[in-house]
């Protein structure tokens, strides 16, 4: 036999897309002098490349190319009526012709394949495979694997079906794995480290033949490890693996190594604890619209004639204006930078106590008679926004309506009422009074320090309206300073803007509504209120999928409403024993009632050996008779203990749950431990 690293990255690919004889690997292993060598000499890109090759022909229609070509094959002896057509093709590589040769031998029927048999199955193959140019060792593994496999497939004698088709009817789950054979301890070692070392995979084991053989890597990985958790790359490696099922599960699928089948042990951002792929997309869409911004202009008549289909930034752009309407066109434009380095902005005064602020208000009353007084406000009720100035000297008031809650929010009130208030002292001076300063009160201490320092964020455009009306009025020898005064503790003027804003947007005492306010000249929506809106609608639709899924409903009854809160049940859990809660949680466990359901081998009831129910989580964790002392141990003290729902829900009572599970010893993984059962 041939070392290892004489064969070629096909040959090698091939024989981890079906797997090989016991005494083949036994001979192989021998060949190669540790592991790692294999690691080394094997690419996985080309392992992953050539398996999904190989997996491609298992369609259909390649399926019928090749039967086709066998019905059409000349007469003679049996390599050349079925064989030797199909796989001699100097338009080829040596690779396909291989995996042709494969093929064909999975799409024979039984008496054809007995008819090669009797002619002499070694001389066939070696011929065939000097014919297309493999080396004699590499025609005796190919040899020996189609063998092993074409055997058990077909040990029921009265089988004539073509391998392919007991293969596919396994992949639609119309047919048992037991009828795939089961890959020889090597195999499955060399497997196991190959995932261990691969950083990731794509191979789409969910749906393939290969599922048995990671099963048994999988098994064999837990039994080397002990009680061990699965490495972090590995654990990468058969999450890549898993078809995720975003509304079913809270969880990341990894294969629990007895189940037949994918199924969940480790989670982090699932249905009921993260939005779905989908809703993140749609956040992501408005985040980045919002960042880059929309489009100047519509596409032009000629652009229109041209292209038929729109733009995917236009089509993203179209999907959010019909969600939400006009404002993703109008949006405010943010520049870099607002002022320059060197500017000066008004004085302002933030005092460390309330006590303090209103101490230094009154005495600015009465110290700076020859100023000009004028208190802002920003208020947000009723989903909609409203700014005012209130000026104490003049006695006059001026206020705005900055739209509903998706166009302004709070804080762009306050700037604007801030605006308002330098509009206010503006036309004072025109008036031809001559004033000291202007004193400006608010009591918004972020509006405050942004108009101090204006940096480009959201509400960039009012902050730039605001520098340009200070240095106007700076031009005119009237300086700005900004103090901020606490709300609702009786200052008469921040009282009256406070009303003023609130009846801006049409609020009236006692229920009654008003007319609005005029809306600023310039009014652009809000970067930040544009992700507000995304991600009340991220929220909105994903509570409403939770409700209305028709899966994943063992999770809806512990969480019917979707929350990240889940998370923190997992706080300071080793991984295993979080994989055990999820397991708990999601009720895909390894109790008889779920393994029985998946039709797992050698699970013959979904009866608990107690004989009184089915063995649910719910059966094990409150009324099971076979651990009754052990629960009494473990549980007896909690309240709740006879709620599944608060048992899996609250942290300390779900710790519980986990340590009584474990001490059970009904699940497989916790068998070594060397636990004492107590029931």
Known sequence: MEPINSFSDDALALLFGLGVSATVHQDWLKAASTFNKLRRDLEINAVKLQTLQLHAFHKSTKKALFRTSMEKAANGGIEGRVLLPLVKDDTIAPKQSLERLILVCF??????????????????????????????????VIRDVLSDIIRDVWADKDNNRPILDVLEDNERGQGSYGQIPKPPPVFTKCFAYELASAEALEIPLGDSVLLPYIQQSSRWLRERNGDASYSPRLTTCLSAFAPINMAEDIELRIKIPWVSGWNIINSLQFHVVRETVELQIFKHNVNALGRIGPGDHGPTEGETRRNKKKSPRRAIEQSITDRQGPNIRRQEHITPYIVPPWWQGPQTFIEASIEEAQARHEQNIQDELDAIHIYTDGSGIDGSIGAAAVCTTTQETKSAYMGDETTSTVYAGELQGISLALQIAQEDRSKGNRRSKIAIYTDNQAAIRSTARPKGKSGAYLLKNITQQIDELRTQDLNTEIRWVPAHIGIQGNEDADRAAKEATGWREGGLTGPRAVEPQQLYPLRSTMKTWSHKETIKSWETSWVSETRGRASFRHTPKPSRKVLDLHDGLIKKRSALLMQLRTEKIGFNDFLFGRRVPGITSNRCPCGSDRQTVAHVLLRCRRHRQLRDQELGRLRGRNNLRKLLNERNAAAKAIKFIELTQILGQFLDRGLNRQS
């Open 107 to 140: 799409t024979l029927q039984r008496s054809q394949y007995m008819a090669i048999i009797n002619d002499g199955l070694e001389s066939v193959f070696t011929r065939l495979m000097q014919g297309i140019g493999i080396n004699i060792s590499m025609g005796q």
